[in-house]
């Protein structure tokens, strides 16, 4: 009825695979050749930059702690969860960093007017005092599961205020494995 939240476990495996590989090939000598993971291969992958009244870059390393996806709590949608991500944003702090998202299908959805209060809006927060939220107002997410892209444009809100601040466009994508 529900799918289950998924957590990347392809790179642990492809671990384990090569060290065993690699143990045999020590132990009983030979040649081994291995092609590198398809995280590698996505260049930009991973990344997300934000242009307008705040710049600046966050990057995520995949893994299972850093990212997970799958049918919403409640049935209705998707969630994305993406943590750690490192980086600065200008007037925003550095530091670790999450993103949330929550695309109504798989593919792409548009965002029309967000309700910039809403707890199911794509936003992304800091670890910080203040803890400083980004919330979507307009734009597109293009959820595939494991992998997807986000287009959208950002208002700036630090917890504890009832003010919003001034907006930034978020491009980006992120691959965490299968």
Request: aromatic share 12%; proline share 2%.
């Amino acid at each position: 009825m529900f799918e289950s939240m998924n957590c990347s476990r392809g790179r642990w495996s492809r671990y384990w695979a090569g060290a065993i590989i690699s143990t045999g090939m020590v132990l009983f000598g030979g040649v081994a050749l291995v092609s590198p993971g398809s995280a590698s291969a996505s260049g930009a992958s991973n990344t997300f930059t934000f242009t307008g009244a705040y710049s600046g870059t966050l990057k995520l390393s995949p893994s299972s702690f850093n990212c997970s996806f799958g049918k919403a709590y409640s049935g209705k949608g998707y969630l994305v969860t993406l943590s750690h991500m490192k980086g600065t944003i200008s007037g925003a702090g550095k530091g670790a960093w999450a993103m949330s998202a929550y695309p109504s299908k798989k593919g792409t959805t548009h965002v029309g007017a967000a309700d910039v209060h809403s707890l199911a809006d794509t936003s992304f927060q800091s670890n910080s005092s203040p803890i400083i939220f980004f919330v979507e107002t307009s734009g597109s997410i293009t959820y595939k599961g494991s992998t997807g892209s986000i287009n959208i444009t950002v208002e700036y809100h630090a917890v504890g205020s009832t003010t919003y601040g001034k907006v930034a466009t978020v491009t980006g994508s992120w691959n965490c494995g299968s």
